[in-house]
């Protein structure tokens, strides 16, 4: 009830392309789901986060596609760059006012030059 | 203004050993969480200290305790470590416990 799934495990695209990364998730009590981005050592970093009432939301190069009915949500790159190369995190918020995080298991993105 | 610190950034211990990791919140913040990561896979949440006091906690057992001082700063302490326990241990801060989380950039934990 818990899990997010998140697909693909890894990804590559050609610099400019437009790579999609998917999340579902089981439990309907989720309330903010958020999309993170990591960099080899360092820690997750929050890139773009969207509630359930919204069905997309933009921020810069990121777009965040939600599908209520269909419990899935999407991330989207346009226009990638090599400096997008990181591992992305979708994440789904459980335990009411708290921010208890349920995290995806990862997409490797690699943007060739 | 400094981020989420955390101290220290690599350690090895041995199984049956206990570990104590630190976490300074970004500056502000009053609300720290833990989280574990395995290698290749997402943070798992262990659990989240606001005002002094666990206010929740993931699926981890009470090996794993915490504290939260005064000053906001917080101790990860794991008992009787096991093999499984090797992971990158995250601290988050945010202000107020429902707040967007800034994370630190770990504690590498190997167990041997």
């Known amino acids: 009830q818990q899990q997010v799934k998140q697909s693909p495990q890894s990804l590559i695209v050609q610099k400019g392309g437009i790579p999609i990364i998917n999340c579902a998730y089981e439990n309907t009590a989720f309330d903010y789901f958020p999309w993170y981005q990591q960099f080899p050592g360092k820690g997750p970093a929050l890139l773009i986060a969207i509630r359930p009432d919204v069905s997309e939301k933009k921020e810069g190069r990121f777009t965040i596609s939600f599908n209520k009915s269909a419990k899935q949500f999407s991330l989207h790159i346009m226009d990638s760059q090599p400096g997008d190369s990181a591992t992305y995190f979708c994440?789904?918020?459980?335990?009411?006012?708290?921010?208890?995080?349920?995290f995806g298991s990862g997409t490797q993105l690699t943007v060739l030059p | 203004d400094a981020g989420v610190t955390q101290s220290p950034t690599h350690l090895i211990k041995t199984r049956g050993q206990q570990v104590t990791l630190r976490c300074s919140p970004k500056?502000?913040?009053?609300?720290v969480s833990w989280y574990q990561q395995a290698l290749g896979q997402g943070p798992q949440f262990i659990f989240q200290y606001y005002e002094e006091e666990e206010r929740q906690r993931g699926n981890f057992p009470d090996r794993f305790s915490g504290h939260q001082f005064p000053n906001y700063s917080s101790e990860l302490n794991v008992n009787a470590l096991l093999l499984g326990d090797s992971a990158l241990y995250l601290c988050?801060?945010?202000?107020?416990?429902?707040?967007?989380?800034?994370f630190g950039e770990g504690s590498r934990l190997t167990v041997l």
């Open positions: 500056s502000g913040h009053d609300t």
């Open positions: 988050a801060s945010s202000l107020v416990a429902a707040g967007e989380l800034f």
């Open positions: 994440a789904a918020n459980w335990g009411g006012s708290a921010r208890q995080l349920t």
